[in-house]
């Protein structure tokens, strides 16, 4: 079992959402990420019913000394029939009112610096703070809308000398109001956890929201979400389509959005796939962890749980 860090703040946590096994190697390179930058607040995985209904995966958790909260479905009203279902759940933490502040993570991300400070940055009285999303669609995804391109895209512009957010207007492109979900911060809030599921159930965008939570979040919080720098959520892709904007030596929180680093131990030498040698390197330190300890359990869980789900070669 892992020990709480030093000078550990229960009233604030780090979070992150699993509904199955497939993001765990992910996670724990997360939390060893969090422990190794020193981090003295604690990662609690939130985690759905069927995670809670598979003992061994729960009992992996308990090895990585990762404390797990179990969140109940969240899910749109149907409409004409049919539910837009999605990761809706990462909504659960604006009800977790035991908790001052939450900040959310994803999965996918390594972090490179301390991020302390962002449990005590002023984000406004009901509000969120969180980075712009990046519009540019360098991989010219059909899915993604038409006017996601560079000149509309919040970084282009961006502060290339500061790494500054551009500050979100009613007269800058619509872009700019969009954020990405992957780093929020949030104070839990009764009143602002039913406004979510209000506007989940009754909003006429939900139907086509292509990023669930994340969309939901642009439309509720329009003009009432503080922008993040980038270097808070570094999302890889931006390593080439805003290489102005980019300093390596500047990036907290690396996002591996698109293909994930576990999926395969081989990736390109390019700037963005090279990113991917990071996470495996971490990655090399928390198997370290697992494989070397004299507790049997442990060993069986990393063979069990974490091998299946992480490319071997």
């Known amino acids: 079992m892992g020990s709480l860090p030093h000078g550990h703040d229960p009233t604030k946590i780090w979070s992150t959402l699993l509904t199955n096994r497939g993001y765990f190697g992910g996670a724990l390179v997360l939390n060893h990420t969090l422990r190794k930058t020193g981090s003295r607040y604690q990662l609690k995985i939130m985690v759905t019913r069927e995670v809670e209904a598979d003992t061994e995966f729960m009992e992996a958790f308990q090895a990585a000394g990762i404390p797990t909260i179990v969140v109940d479905k969240i899910e749109p009203a149907p409409r004409d029939g049919k539910v837009n279902k999605g990761t809706w759940e990462k909504l659960a933490p604006w009800g977790m009112t035991e908790y001052e502040r939450i900040v959310l993570l994803d999965s996918d ?39 996601w391109v560079p000149e509309n895209c919040a970084f282009t512009a961006a502060n290339k000398r500061t790494g500054e957010p551009a500050a979100i207007t ?34 006429p965008d939900v139907p086509k929201m292509l990023f669930f939570d994340q969309d939901l979040l642009a439309v509720v919080y329009r003009s009432r979400w503080k922008p993040l720098p980038y270097t808070y959520n570094a999302l890889k892709p931006m390593r080439e389509c805003h ?37 495996w390197e971490f990655y090399a330190e928390v198997e370290k962890e697992w494989t ?16 299946p789900v992480v490319a071997q070669k």
């Open 243 to 279: 290489a102005d904007l980019w300093r390596d030596e500047d990036v907290k929180v690396l996002h591996y959005i698109l293909a994930k680093p576990w999926k395969s131990r081989t990736y390109g030498d390019d700037v963005v796939e090279s990113t991917h040698r990071l996470w």
């Open 292 to 307: 070397e300890t004299f507790d049997e359990d442990k060993r069986r869980l990393w063979r069990d749980v974490v091998v």
């Open 170 to 203: 009613e007269a800058c492109p619509a872009n700019h109001h969009l954020l990405n979900s992957g780093t929020v911060i949030l104070e839990p809030s009764k009143a602002q956890y039913d406004a979510l599921i209000h506007a989940m159930n009754t909003h």
């Open 109 to 147: 991300q390594v972090i490179l610096h301390n991020i302390d400070e962002m449990m005590t940055m002023d984000i406004g009285e009901g509000c969120i703070a969180a980075a712009h999303a990046c519009t540019c669609n360098p991989k010219k995804l059909a899915h993604y809308s038409k006017d």
